[in-house]
């Protein structure tokens, strides 16, 4: 048994849940290496660890101050000294460089709805190549991560954390208007240079058991490495005929790590939605078009459960929304405790660097 206790950042309140494990080689190796996160007390990172939620105090004006913070450290950082070209980022973010806001109303509500708070992609994927070429990849990490002090490698980091952040706020916050009953939260629970392990053939059974189904509070293997999936190049560009440049940027996961992710959305499982049915039947024909087996577990197609949280003992309530709204007032992890290790997180999401 897992026991996550979170604190709400303003009143002290703390609330706690409950995981079970499952039992399979991959949920126990996991919890291994989570057992070795906690004894080393390696920083958890707290700035990218509840998203998804549309109301929090880390909105657009916040996260778009703490990328501008981060390309100012990083253009005035003295490259040269570690015989490196200096690196310029031009662009400057504020809530309008990244979504779409009020002046896009106008008279048709059905426009309006399919404008208002989307996103703008263009800077964004910008500042994601800027992080790739910044940080490098786990088997090639870049020279200027390499030569870069303590301070300067977290400024990296939040230019890819915060990217994705924003993404998802957006996201949330459109749908929070439109859809409130998709809003999609989510929790991404990694930590400051966590050890990464291969990827056995028996860990690789379970995407081909679970392929992309996500549950309410089900805890999946964290994706510890840098680059794209075969399904977010699918969703994402709109499934492009595969290029020699698009498979470079294609990565397959190989590691895990102690770090996890827990599913706070409703279920989205084969079966239970046409259009999710839909996609993945798209999806898999897009692969066999593109050279791809849908059945070659190495190509890593789906999730990795691992745990499950006890929702029922937990928040006395299995309802998404009533789960949501409490989650919300406490969206910082102040300790983690397993039947081998504890440890106790004093900092949080507000402390700069972490």
């Excluded at 509840?50 to 490259?79: A, M, Q, V």
């Amino acid at each position: 048994m897992i026991r996550i206790v979170l604190k709400n950042t303003d009143t002290g309140r703390e609330i706690d849940y409950t995981i079970t494990p499952m039992d399979h080689l991959l949920s126990r190796d996991w919890q291994v290496a989570l057992d070795e996160i906690l004894e080393q007390r390696l920083t958890l990172e707290k700035a990218f660890c509840f998203l998804g939620f549309p109301n929090t105090p880390r909105n657009l004006e916040y996260l778009c101050g703490r990328l501008n913070s981060s390309i100012h450290k990083i253009n005035c950082h003295d490259w040269a000294q570690h015989g490196l070209e200096p690196y310029r980022i031009e662009d400057h973010f504020t809530p309008d460089t990244v979504r779409f806001g009020k002046e896009y109303y106008n008279q048709s509500h059905t426009e309006m709805d399919m404008i208002y708070y989307d996103l703008k992609h263009e800077p964004l994927n910008r500042l994601h190549n800027h992080f790739e070429r910044l940080q490098g990849t786990v088997e090639h990490t870049s020279r200027y991560f390499l030569a870069a002090p303590d301070t300067i490698r977290s400024a990296i980091g939040v230019l890819n954390t915060v990217c994705h952040e924003i993404e998802s706020l957006v996201l949330s916050q459109r749908k929070h208007i439109l859809l409130p009953e998709w809003t999609r939260p989510s929790q991404i629970t990694s930590f400051r240079y966590a050890a990464r392990y291969p990827l056995t053939d028996e860990h690789r059974k379970l995407f081909s058991l679970n392929r992309y189904d996500r549950k309410l509070g089900t805890v999946y293997m964290h994706w510890a490495q840098i680059g794209k999936t075969l399904f977010e190049v699918f969703r994402d560009e709109h499934a492009p005929d595969i290029s020699a440049t698009t498979c470079e940027a294609i990565t397959h996961l190989k590691y895990y790590s102690g770090e996890f992710d827990i599913e706070w959305g409703r279920d989205v499982a084969r079966g239970t939605y046409l259009w999710h049915d839909k996609q993945m039947s798209e999806f898999y024909q897009w692969l066999t078009r593109c050279g791809f087996d849908p059945d070659d577990p190495k190509l890593s197609l789906g999730y990795l459960p691992i745990a499950q949280v006890d929702l029922k003992g937990s928040f006395g309530t299995v309802v998404p929304e009533s789960i949501w709204s409490i989650l919300g007032d406490h969206l910082n992890i102040h300790r983690i405790e397993t039947a081998q290790q504890s440890m106790t997180y004093d900092y949080t999401w507000r402390d700069q660097d972490v």
